[in-house]
Nanobody
Framework: QLELVESGGGLVQPGESLTLSCVASGDTLRDAPIGWFRQAPGKEREGVSCITHYDGRDFINDIDSVKGRFIISRDIAKNTVYLRMNNLKPEDTAIYYC?????????????????????WGQGTQVTVSS
């Protein structure tokens, strides 16, 4: 099980951008599928974007509300998964977490918003407000 630490959150105005980082320690990322989740006040935690690596390629799964705005990527050399968030909206306000997730055995493979382990870090707060 990887140990993952989130960072990069902050207070921004609507329309601005942020990049979150999820740094792995204890082991290398290798091909581990990683997902970003968020939890807004009074709401259930929801999956946002996930990435899995197979046969030399990255495969990504985003929820509809962030498609075209959020970009997930990974840098194996830095043992880090990023979430670039553009055109932020007030409804994106939440604590953001990253964790390992499951992958459907499909072709192509598809990561799903189901955590592999019931273990969460501290998260990083994102607040979008004018």
């Amino acid at each position: 099980q990887l140990e993952l630490v989130e960072s990069g959150g902050g207070l921004v105005q609507p329309g601005e951008s942020l990049t979150l980082s999820c740094v792995a320690s204890g082991d290398t990322l290798r091909d581990a599928p990683i997902g970003w989740f968020r939890q807004a006040p009074g709401k259930e935690r929801e999956g946002v974007s996930c990435i899995t690596h197979y046969d030399g390629r990255d495969f990504i799964n985003d929820i509809d509300s962030v498609k075209g705005r959020f970009i997930i990527s990974r840098d194996i050399a830095k043992n880090t998964v990023y979430l670039r968030m553009n055109n932020l909206k007030p409804e994106d306000t939440a604590i953001y977490y990253c964790t390992e997730v499951f992958v459907q055995t499909s072709v192509p493979p598809k990561c799903v918003f189901q955590p592999s382990f019931d273990s969460w870090g501290q998260g990083t707060q994102v607040t979008v407000s004018s």
